[in-house]
């Protein structure tokens, strides 16, 4: 049996125990999508990954199991992927084309559809606590750069240094897609290549039935400074609807905003009665196909439902469903089922 097998055994028989409340609880996170094939991938490395996506869904589920709030869990289990290096949010960021770090991030609660969101901050260590202050500490939905940088100073965020966010792997993908597009003599690459994917989500439905989304993300390499994506935008990379469902978005940005995905999933199935998983395959692998956008969702229904849907080789994933079942995939098949 694999270190990974066993790990999984181990968490199963420790989430046996009844919530505090009894209403059943679930959860999915994505660390991002893109071209992730195992041939370029070193066992350790692929070891790396899924420990950091155990140890985030993990904490995100065993908050909602002592009676957290959905968007505590969201937070909690963002966080851990926000300081990992390992993905392209908080620490570990991409690097715009000027050599600087722009996070977003966005949370929404589906039971009031009250939302927060941060857009191109620099000194804020975590975007997902601050796009989680916007939503619960101010009238506003989504707030940007100094003005958001500035609104965390103000309720005790200490800001730290953008150079916080810097990692040798992601500065090495700079140059590479810089020199890209110098080469393609383009300015600012629209294409983007592998250097990309890494965002972080987090989708759950708590104790309490909400449905609660959220998404943090360094954006796409080699940005134009000031480019904002689709991870702060509701609609776009975050939706959350008790009517519905919670989704997370991570791909090419654009193309997730101008086809509104997250929320595209959610009226598919509050308007025409698809299911999660029709309303997610729909929108991936047909609507988002056509138009060429890659990437993926992962989303959760009222019921407990879990989908984690991609239109690329791969996407770091984690889930843990109503009956406490842990699965960890990267790419097209699951590895600890
Ligand atoms: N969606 C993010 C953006 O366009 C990037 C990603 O998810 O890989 O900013």
Redesign the pocket.
């Known amino acids: 049996m694999s270190i990974i097998k066993k790990l999984s055994v181990v968490w199963l028989s420790s989430c046996m125990a009844l919530s505090a409340w009894g209403q059943e609880v679930a959860i999915v996170i994505h660390g991002?999508?893109?071209t992730i094939l195992q041939a370029s991938m070193t066992p350790e490395r692929e070891a790396e990954y899924v420990t950091a996506l155990q140890a985030a869904v993990q904490m995100g589920y065993g908050l909602l199991k002592s009676g957290a709030k959905g968007e505590e869990a969201v937070v909690a289990a963002i966080q851990v992927m926000e300081t990992s290096p390992l993905f392209?949010a908080g620490i570990g960021a991409v690097y715009n084309f000027e050599g600087q770090h722009e996070l977003?991030a966005s949370i929404m609660h589906g039971g009031t559809l009250n939302a927060g969101a941060v857009a191109g901050v620099k000194t804020i260590r975590s975007p997902i606590a601050a796009a989680l202050a916007v939503m619960e500490q101010s009238p506003h939905v989504l707030l940007s750069g100094k003005g958001a940088e500035e609104f965390a100073e103000s309720i005790g965020m200490e800001p730290v240094k953008n150079t916080l966010f810097n990692t040798e792997r992601r500065y090495k993908a700079l140059l590479k897609a810089k020199e890209r597009i110098l080469n393609a003599n383009i300015t600012y690459g629209g294409q983007q290549g592998n250097e990309?994917?890494?965002?972080v989500g987090a989708v759950v439905l708590d104790q309490y039935g909400n449905l609660v989304a959220g998404t943090s993300?360094?954006?796409?390499t080699a940005?134009r400074y000031g480019r904002?994506?689709?991870?702060p935008i509701i609609g776009a990379?975050t939706y959350a609807d008790n009517a519905s469902c919670a989704v997370s978005?991570?791909?090419?940005?654009?193309y997730?905003i101008r086809y509104h995905v997250a929320a595209d999933i959610c009226s598919r199935m509050k308007y025409r009665n698809d299911s999660l998983a029709d309303a997610a395959n729909a929108v991936v692998n047909d609507v988002l196909v056509k138009a060429e956008g890659d990437?993926g969702i992962i989303a959760v229904d009222a019921k407990g439902n879990i989908v984690a849907v991609f239109n690329t080789s791969g996407m770091y994933r984690a889930q843990i469903d109503t009956q406490g079942n842990m699965k960890v995939g990267i790419y097209e098949e699951w590895i600890t089922e």
């Open positions: 991002g999508a893109g392209n977003d990309r994917f890494g965002t993300t360094g954006g796409m940005k904002i994506g689709d991870s990379g978005a991570t791909g090419h940005g654009e997730f990437g």
